[in-house]
């Protein structure tokens, strides 16, 4: 007998394990969520009372709630330490509620890192947490894979899609400090690994940004990539590899830099490397294949679903739904002209956005707003059309 009890008392707790709701007869792991979802017009104070002896959840919610409040516990005493990493529910991190695509194949809440206890240093370049920012989360989880993993990524598309604004407000919710490095045709080696430069009437090395990077654990986010030499990029390299970078000009003590457990690379540019197919990005280089096959992660940002783009503009630009539905709708008006090559621009986003602040401060003249922001860097011909896009969504 006591052998049978103590095997039911270490029996492992299963998802099976669910309890009876005395209402409906309903198996269930917690009554007060089913009573919430399906018996509007009952509370757990009346179904405690009429059934006493009922329990309220199964072993395995209890088991649940238990191991939820030792990582809570445990990320307490983490950040009251000052340092390293604690797990953290995505969907809590990234304000999204309860959603499906937040949790796992089992229903579980998706855990992922962030970063406490740095520096005042380091502290300076974690960005700022803008909640206004709509999250798209089948790419933030993209993202997330590549910083979870320490995978290098790479996500290109039209502009104004929000590529660097996604990696940065990711880094922004995760804790991780950020470096963003805008690259032009002139960016040289030296601009990115360091140099010698003189320094109260002495000579010194003085690390770039991607050494700086590497030593502190930042993000470096390396901006408009394709629009650097191919040679130069090569200096990326072993780095995408995950290997030390080497600065043979450095001294010694600063001529190999070993990548911090928290380093990670991402990238964004208007192409794939492949060149410019669209004849928007003039200065984009034909890039090196080799180069590009090194980011293990690869994306192309397109434009949001027009829900996500109307909550976006919404947001940012302090409308109403209904209005940021217009501008989003002679946006995809603007853009179907372009894939059909009627016209030879696109509007972005961010376009739509500086359109509806302009057309906020104008009275809801929206029409303005889209001229100013986008319509009068058109040609003459393509003006008219756009005209007529916007005559016909706004009158």
């Known amino acids: ?43 757990v104070e009346r179904y405690k009372e009429e059934y006493p002896h009922a329990p309220l959840y199964s072993r395995f919610a209890l088991e649940k709630a238990r191991q939820l409040k030792m990582q809570k516990e445990k990320t307490e005493r983490a950040e009251a330490r000052g340092k390293g990493k604690v797990k953290r529910a995505f969907a809590d991190v990234f304000d999204l509620g309860e959603v499906a695509a937040a949790k796992n194949s089992r229903g579980e809440a998706i855990m992922i890192d962030v970063l406490v206890g740095h520096d005042d240093d380091s502290l300076a370049f974690v960005p700022e947490i803008d909640p206004n920012y709509v999250f798209d989360i089948g790419l933030t989880k993209t993202i997330l894979i590549g910083l979870q993993l320490a995978m290098p990524v790479y996500l290109w598309g039209y502009h104004g899609t929000g590529k660097t604004t996604a990696l940065e407000q990711t880094a922004a919710r995760t804790k991780r400090p950020f470096m963003r490095v805008q690259h032009t045709v002139n960016t040289e080696e030296a601009h990115i690994v360091g140099q010698y430069v003189v320094k109260n009437g002495a000579t ?92 293990t992660i690869v994306e192309e940002v397109q434009y949001p679903d027009p829900k996500i783009e109307s ?64 319509t009068n860097r058109c040609s003459r011909t393509d003006k008219e059309v756009v005209e007529q896009f916007a005559q016909r969504v706004f009158g």
């Not at 739904?321 to 989003?328: D, F, G, N």
């Not at 972005?348 to 359109?355: D, N």
């Open 1 to 43: 007998m006591a052998t049978e009890v103590t095997a039911t008392a270490t029996a492992p707790v299963t998802d099976n394990d669910k309890i009876q709701c005395q209402i409906d007869g309903a198996m269930v792991h917690s009554v007060p969520k089913h009573i919430k979802d399906h018996h509007p017009d009952w509370t």
């Open 311 to 374: 909550a976006i503009v919404a947001s940012q630009a302090g409308i109403k739904q209904s209005e940021a539905e217009m501008l989003v709708k002679f946006a995809n008006e603007v853009r179907a002209a372009y894939k059909g090559g009627r016209i030879a621009m696109t509007i972005s986003p961010r376009e739509l956005i500086g359109a509806a602040k302009i057309g906020v401060v104008r009275g809801s003249d929206w029409r303005t707003g889209i001229r100013q922001a986008f």
């Open 204 to 295: 010194e090395f003085q690390l770039g940004p991607l050494p700086i990077a590497m030593i502190n654990g930042y993000v470096y986010c390396a901006d408009e990539y394709d629009f650097a030499v191919p040679s130069v990029l090569s200096v990326y390299q072993p780095i995408l590899e995950g290997k030390p970078l080497v600065i043979k000009d450095a001294p010694p003590e600063l001529r190999v830099i070993r990548p911090h457990p928290d380093f990670r690379f991402v990238a964004t540019g208007n192409t794939n490397g492949g060149g410019d197919e669209t004849g928007l990005y003039q200065g984009t280089q034909m890039q090196n294949a080799a180069n590009y096959s090194r980011f």
